[in-house]
């Protein structure tokens, strides 16, 4: 009997240790690491009426490490991120204060290298969606992080998502933002009181049929809705149309409300937008516009959502958001035409965009303001070498107040190499 039980236990045991073994092989085999290295050099000259124009450059070179485990017993893992961004050369406007965004700005308004970690403790939902908490990258319409410099901004929140027959839900708890110029966290707060950040939404994909709608609320500061859809069908083998549509509201509530709207100011804004594609085959060609509302006297100043401090980075997700504006101030409507082609067939690996955007300011009762951007882009993907990447980027944006002379014009020239290595 004792020799019966003491095999039992030792069975027991060895079963114990190679299940632990496995659980622990399968964590270590869906572990992955990716390296991404971004050389940036940015070039900006801006201008306001007849006075002399002004020239900012900066050249950085960030170096990014992502670590993702597996899911020990399918069940629990993380994901660390460590960043830096060096300072290689930069030379400032007649302001002497460093505002590019490729670097952290010091107390004296010099650039300056700077880097920023960040992880976050993930749970498995049954291998259809994921629980977080820690300080991760978000891309949500309301609640999102900047990736268009150096290095990104970061949240720290809780997060979770789940998907099943083409729906997918997902909601955000968010305590604090880290600005991508910034290495530190700030709280999100409104009148010095800690009030955290809170969306949640849906989305529906099938067949090439793609709606969604969020929500988002910072108590005592802000409430906000967007809605999109968009759909997507095939005219033959090289030909496709895309037809879409989207829409956001934001509303000042308690102590914003009370403190930065003035009396008989609109506490609210609406905006919508409408978006139609063309792809033949190399070609893809897009018209969009905007509007935003704002009323014959607006409480914002734009239709951004405008979480109060955290230091937040979160973008304007119309379909004119483009390099330069958003063109989503208060009142102005604005068209984009865009064509783009795939240059393989003549160098493999080459892309480009060209696109022009036309708004309008309505400044009730005075002169319209006019607004204008162009932006050019080309993407070169090194055949030769995978991860390679070349990119170009030169925009122009003006803002041209009718009958004024304080035309405001800004030239941004980015040029970007980017090379990204799968380690593990």
């Known amino acids: 009997m004792k020799t019966l039980t003491k095999s039992a236990l030792s069975a027991a045991i060895l079963a114990a240790i190679a299940s632990t073994s496995v659980q622990a092989e399968q964590f270590i085999d869906d572990s992955s690491m990716n390296i991404h290295l971004r050389n940036y050099y940015f070039d900006r000259d801006t201008k306001t009426g007849s006075a002399k124009s002004d020239n900012d450059k900066a050249w950085s070179q960030a170096i990014r490490a992502d670590f993702s485990s597996g899911y020990f017993a399918d069940i629990i893992g993380f994901d660390f991120s460590s960043y830096a961004a060096l300072r290689l050369s930069e030379s ?95 709280n999100y ?8 950040v809170n969306t949640f939404g849906a989305s529906y994909s099938m067949d090439g049929l ?23 069908f095939d005219l033959d083998k090289m030909t496709s149309v895309t037809v879409g549509a989207q829409y956001g509201s934001n509303k000042a509530i308690g102590f ?15 905006w919508y937008g409408l978006m139609a594609k063309l792809k033949l085959d190399k070609v893809t060609l897009m018209a969009s516009m905007t509007d935003i509302g704002g009323g014959s006297n ?17 973008g304007f997700n119309g379909y004119n958001s ?3 504006s958003d063109f989503n101030a208060a009142n102005e409507t604005s068209y984009q035409v865009r064509a783009g082609y795939d240059f393989a067939d003549m160098v493999e690996g080459l892309s ?39 990119t170009l980027r030169h925009g122009k944006y003006e803002k041209d107040p009718a009958g004024a002379s304080n035309t405001y014009t800004r030239e941004d020239t980015r040029v970007l190499v980017t090379y990204d290595v799968t380690v593990f």
Not at 210 to 231: E, F, M, R
Not at 367 to 390: M, N, R
């Open 92 to 186: 400032l406007g007649s302001n002497k204060t460093s505002n590019t965004g490729l670097f952290h700005v010091n107390n004296k308004g010099k650039g300056e290298g700077y880097g920023k970690n960040f992880g976050a403790v993930k749970v498995n939902l049954m291998g259809n969606g994921v629980l977080k908490y820690g300080r991760m990258i978000l891309d949500t319409p309301l609640l999102n992080d900047s990736d268009s410099r150096s290095l990104p901004s970061t949240t720290e929140a809780f997060y979770a998502d789940y998907s099943m027959s083409g729906v997918t839900v997902f909601a955000v708890h968010a305590k604090k933002g880290n600005g991508k110029t910034e290495s530190g966290y700030e």
């Open 189 to 196: 707060e409104v009148n010095g009181k800690k009030k955290a």
């Open 210 to 232: 793609n709606a969604s709608a969020t929500y988002g609320k910072q108590s005592d500061a802000v409430k906000a809705v967007y809605l999109d859809g968009s759909y997507k």
């Open 256 to 270: 914003v409300k009370e403190t930065q709207i003035a009396d008989g100011e609109k506490s609210s804004i609406d």
């Open 298 to 314: 607006p409480g914002w100043s734009d239709a951004a959502v405008g979480w109060e401090a955290g230091d937040d980075d979160t």
């Open 322 to 324: 483009v390099m330069i």
């Open 352 to 390: 480009g965009y060209v696109r022009y955007i036309n708004g309008s300011i309505d400044m009730k009762g005075q002169s319209d303001t006019d607004t204008s951007e162009y932006d050019i882009q080309f993407d070169y993907a090194v055949p030769s070498l995978e991860g390679l990447k070349l």
